[in-house]
């Protein structure tokens, strides 16, 4: 079992920055693939971005050119740096983690594929 704790989240105004940790512990998931996706308040989850055991990334349409993944697999941690946050970008953020293997064709953006999602982290973007 993989257990994922967030961290990082809070209020923001429009343009500024925060920085989302997510720990991982139980096993070591650095052959794993880790990433966060987000549900704002009456709107459906989605994927915001992903990173592989060897570095390949993925960001949604929506935070590419403001977002940026990373992890340390020494730390059992993935990290979400966001720039130029706005409005719309306030939501419960939560980390996710899976198998590398799981994760075939660049398919990162389908939540059913993780089988680890920690206990999430709100995001709130002021106007």
């Known amino acids: 079992q993989v257990q994922l704790v967030e961290s990082g989240g809070g209020l923001v105004q429009t343009g500024g920055s925060l920085r989302l940790s997510c720990a991982a512990s139980g096993r070591t998931v650095s052959t794993y693939v880790m990433g966060w996706f987000r549900q704002a308040d009456g709107k459906d989850r989605e994927f915001v971005s992903a990173v592989t055991w060897s570095g390949q990334t993925s960001y949604a349409d929506s935070v590419k050119g403001r977002f940026t993944i990373s992890r340390d697999n020494a730390k059992n941690t993935v990290y979400l740096q966001m720039n130029s946050l706005k409005p719309e970008d306030t939501a419960h953020y939560y980390c996710?983690?899976?198998?590398?293997?799981?994760?075939?064709?660049?398919?990162?953006?389908?939540?059913?594929?993780?089988?680890?999602w920690g206990q999430g982290t709100q995001v709130a973007v002021s106007s």
């Open positions: 996710v983690a899976t198998p590398n293997w799981k994760i075939s064709g660049g398919r990162f953006a389908r939540d059913g594929l993780y089988d680890y």
